[in-house]
Each structure stands twice: as C-alpha cells, then as structure tokens.
C-alpha cells in the first residue's frame, strides 16, 4: 500500500520553504527541479544516469505520449514509469500548453479544445475529463488540471476569459479525477491571470476553494520579463495554502530558481538544462559557459572540479568544445548530464540553506560566483 | 614501465585461434571486436557504458582526429585516451581509407596522398611518416602503416600498383615508427592485393619479411562480396606468422565475424553495431531486427532476455519502437549499447568455444539462432 500523497514543511528561511513531498513512487524534497522527459525520455540519458544527477521526480508532456505512442498503449505496457523504466514519481502537465504552442490548427470551446496533430495532422480532442484520463493511464503520480494558457503580453479582458475558463476546467478535472480517486496520487489545480494581479488573487482564491492536493502558478515564463513574472509569484504564493507544494511551471534560468524559491515556490520543470547542453551550453557555479567558444580549445581543465557529479569532473573542456564543434551526441549527453547536475546541486544548496536559515546569503553567493565567472579562464 | 606489446596464442580449434594481445594499456583477448570511436567518442555512449559492454579496445580514426581536434592539440593534451577519457587499448587507423572515401579532391604521389578536407577545404598532406607520427602524437596502443585502399572491383594492374606502394609505404612507416620506437607500442601491416590471391600472397610474404608486430587484412568489405572476402581471408590468414595477431579491418557482420575467426583472424572493427543502432537495428541472437517495424508498438517484452547486458533485458520492444519512431536520442544510445554488448557476448562466446575446441559447433548454433529468429514474435 503506498503511502498516501501529502506534503509537510520542514522548515521555513523568509517566503523560502524546505519540504517533502510523498508520492507512490517515493519521496520528493523541495525545493525541486523536475527534469523534462517530454517523449518518454529525458533526451538522451538513460533514466540511472538521470537519478545520478539527483532528480527524484520527472516531468511527462501529456500532449506529446497521448499522440505517440498513445495513452492506452502505454497503460496496457504497465504505465509510464514502466515504459520508460523511471521508478521514481512522475509529474504530467495536462497537455494545455503544448496544444497552445505546437498545433498549428486549433478550436478551443467550453467544452474543451480541438487541434490538429503536429504528427499525422489528425483532429484531436482534449477535455479536462480526458486529460484527467490520460494522466491516469499514464499512471502519473501528480497529475495536472487542463486549463488555457496564453502568451504574454494579452489583454485584460482575454487574461480574464481564460482565467475563469480555467476555473471552470479545474472543477470539472477536479470531478474527473475524484469519480475514479486512486490512493496517494494527487491532481494539481493551475492559477491562472496572466500578469494581473488582481485576476491571478481571483484565480489563486477559487481554485484553493477546491482543494487541490497542489497548486501551480502557470501562465508564466510564456515572453513576459523576468520581474514581471517575479512580481506575479510574490504575490501569488502568499494566497496559497501553506501546507500544499507550489509548482512555477516551465521555470526556468538558475537565476530565475533562486529568485522564486525565495518568494515561496517549491517546484520546478524546464528544458533549459536537457535543451542548451545539446547546444553546447553549460550551466555551472561561475555561468554560463559555451562550449563552441574557441577559447577552450586547448583547455584541459575539467568544466567544474567541485561540481559533485563526475562527469563535471572528468572530461576536459577541451573536450567538451570538440565533442560540440563535431556535432558528436555525446556532446549532448555530457552536457545535458553536468547541466541538470548543476541544477539538481543548487536546489540541494537552496534546501541547505533554507534549513540552515541562511537562504539569502546562499544566494547572494550564488549569484556572485555567476557574476565572478570562471576568472582562471579569463 | 608498461608491458611490452605482445601476443600469445592460448587455444586453436581448426584454424580459428584464442589469443591475448599485451599493450601499454592492458590486455585484450581475442578474438577481439573493436567498437569505432571516429571523432573520439563512440558516438553517444559514455566511455563507461562502452566498457560494460565489454569492449578492451577501441578504433579511433587517423583521419578525423588530424583534421579536428588536430593531433598535436590532442598530443598537448595528455593523448588520446585522456581526451576521450578511455584508460583501456586504442588501436588508430593510418588514415588513408578515409582519404579515398571522404576526400573529393586527392592527388596521389609515391610521397604520400595529398587531399582536400572534408571540413573546412584546406590542403592536406598525408605521408607514411606523417601517418606514424600523428598516431604517436594521438598515443595509440597500435598504430597501422599507410596504405593505399582501392574499392572493388578494380583491374589487376591496379591492385598491383596499389598493392606495391603500400608494400613501399610499410616499408617507409616501419622506419618512421622505429626512429622514434616507445617501448611496448605497435606498429601493424596491411596486406593489400584486392581479390588477386597471387597478389595478396606477395603483399603477405613482403610484409612478413619487414616483420611488424601484427597483421592486417585491408581493403576487403569495400564492395565485394562475402564469399570473396572470405576466399581472400581463407587463403591469407596461413600466410601469416602464427605469433602475431590478425586484424580484418572494417569487418563486419555478426556472421563476417564468425566465418573470418573460423579461417584464422583475430581482430575487428566495424561501425555497424552503432551506425545500424542509430537507425533503429538491433543485432541479437534470433538475427537483426527491425524496431521501426510497428510490429513491436505493443511488445511489452525485452529485446533479448538472454543476452549478458541489463540495457538488453531491460527495456521493452515497445519502448524502443517509440524511441525509434520519435527519433529520440536515447534510442540510438541504448540500441547502440544493446549491438556493442551483443557484439561482445558473440565474440566471448567464440572464444569460449575455441578454448573448448567446439568452435565448429558454436557456429552452426549461432547461425540456426539467427535463421530460427524470433520464434515468439511470429
């Protein structure tokens, strides 16, 4: 019998919060970054080297596995952490945002949205009820409410449309997910408003009414600049309940981490780090480091000699540059390693931090080494 | 103070051989297979994952590596086993295949090839000494003399030629590698001669007499048929000393290997394995299959549940379609893992056969495995 899905503050530094959250699939502290796994895979690394990194908790597209491989198929090979032979929790979105950015033909209704599939170009629908379905065939441990996302900047009046459309999606998902309640896992409703803080109290006060096992603060990191969606954050954590986890989706930077742990988020997915290491980019204790730059050519030193994870160790940037100048996948897998070690390292120093109750000088150390850079290599 | 490089036969069963290469690196049994590292990685795999696979020998490719990272920057740079982080044998080509089939502009002259690079259209020269000293600078365990690589089929009096100036080029390679000779490094010969035995008979009697450390079989699988390598192989393979070590180049398939080791040969290298992973083959004891074929959507079993690597037991046939379908990195690292290992487990499975003096009966086992198929996939 799993243990049922809960979370419990375990300390507080601020607005900063060190928790622990329980799923079927074990346990999550937080603050925690969720590397993306949107195909069943997060890009290129086999799930024991994912762990390695530290991440206990993967995030699934919805949008993506409903059209390929499908649902239904993955719930008849034994669900998602099977296919894909993750045995640690899974978060899914509800495919809202991908049906948004990616389907170039779509109807959206109150009923739900219809979109052409970017694969075969088939009429696809999407409802909060079978968004809610399909996350439970996939078997996702925390599961999310559909709801309409937009770009930013938008309208008052069309933020506010989807905002309450949202709500109306997060009841029904809510009544979807409870008529087939499986013990432990957990549905996540999503705020919503946009960059108004006014919508977004409206947004955070209904959906807390529901009584969501978690809650998201979506909409966000969709073009808007950084303080504006800072801004949305410290107002928006505060109106939600203290004893649920909090979820910034598709955040972000490590910068933008730091900056939202320290308003009150403990949650986090992006594919920043799996995304710019297949592009020669690293993200370590001194920056960002592009590896295409020719100055490492002949550079024997490894990337990060204290980042914990070998590989930060152990490949020269030398290396690192030629595997990129070649186009070599093991470039991408290097990288995309040492850059979600980097991220799993500075979460695991943000929950030191919080515990210690120094969050703020923790980062403020942080953000000098970043600004520092690395000055041997200057 | 490294071991000298040496090699000793263990067992022999008919003309097939189970022997023990010594290099500055370590030993490496054989029949051995040598996964190809072109650029200096084993595309998408790990150095580590490469060695669970078995592998004690890697191919790192002359070519390549003079032209990008550049040989004396790998040199400057602790060699090429720090580069690529490979503590075990690597054994280099000389490079001239790769300027007959990469180069579109060369010029051939008793000096050595001059060739236009396939990266950024500089001027190259390529010379026997050249050759030795790039290999010396890279740090491989063995090294292979310049030779001139025709594709069949060619006319006599060409082969001939060819032949001659790779007999001139060996001779040239050899003073080159023993002016500057590193205790217990090896510098190997190419038997040249296409498909003319005569011909190959007086490459393989020349070269014995220069009396290098080992022996190839080049400028076979470029186009002729099997039964013709094999001819070729057959009648070579006794003209060659019995205590140096033999090494079919660019060879081949699961079954090449068996038939080669059968008439006498003792080492390999081939880009099938990881070339034909990337492209969603798998090679296995019931023969290759096709994971692109939806016939494996809804196959919940592993790929080979007998094979001696987790990656093989593992993940489902399902999960490896979808990889494969999605094009997802992870698709080509674990199928290339996957052919590697299997690769390996044929080869130790020869050699255990040799030492039991049932050589003749593995190979009939393996090929009615691989003609049975998959019996339960029917």
Known sequence: MPDPFSFRQIAVDGAARRGEIVTPHGRVQTPAF???????????????????????IVLGNTYHLMLRPGAERIAALGGLHAFMHWPLPILTDSGGFQVMSLSALRRLEEHGVTFRSHLDGAMVELTPERAVEIQALLGADIAMQLDECLRLPAGREEISRAMQLSLRWAERSKRAFESKAREGYALFGIVQGGDDITLRA???????????????????????????????????????????????????????????????????????????????????????????????????????????????????????????????????????????????????????????????????????????????AL
């Open 202 to 376: 409206e947004s955070a006060r209904e959906l807390t009414g529901m009584d969501f096992q978690g809650y998201a603060v979506g909409g966000l990191a969709v073009g808007e600049p950084q303080d504006v969606m800072l801004k949305i954050v410290k107002e928006t954590a505060p109106l939600l309940p203290q004893d649920r986890p909090r979820y910034l989706m598709g955040v972000g930077t490590p910068h933008d981490l730091l900056e939202a742990v320290k308003r009150g988020i403990d949650m986090f997915d992006c594919v920043l780090p799996t995304r710019n290491g297949r592009h020669g980019m690293a993200f370590t204790r001194y920056g960002a480091v592009n590896l295409a730059n020719a100055r490492h050519a002949n550079d024997a030193r490894p990337l990060d000699e204290q980042n914990s994870h070998p590989a930060a160790r152990t490949y020269s940037r030398a290396y690192l540059h030629h595997l990129t100048k070649a186009n070599e996948m093991l470039g991408a897998v290097l990288l995309s390693t040492i850059n979600l070690a980097y991220y799993q390292e500075l979460m695991a120093g943000m929950r030191a931090a919080i515990e210690g109750g120094h969050f703020d000088a923790f980062r403020a150390e942080t953000m000098a080494g970043w600004e520092r850079g690395d000055i041997q």
């Open 34 to 56: 969720m590397p993306v796994g949107t195909q069943a895979t997060v890009k290129g690394l086999m799930p024991n080297d994912v762990r390695a990194t530290g991440a206990e």
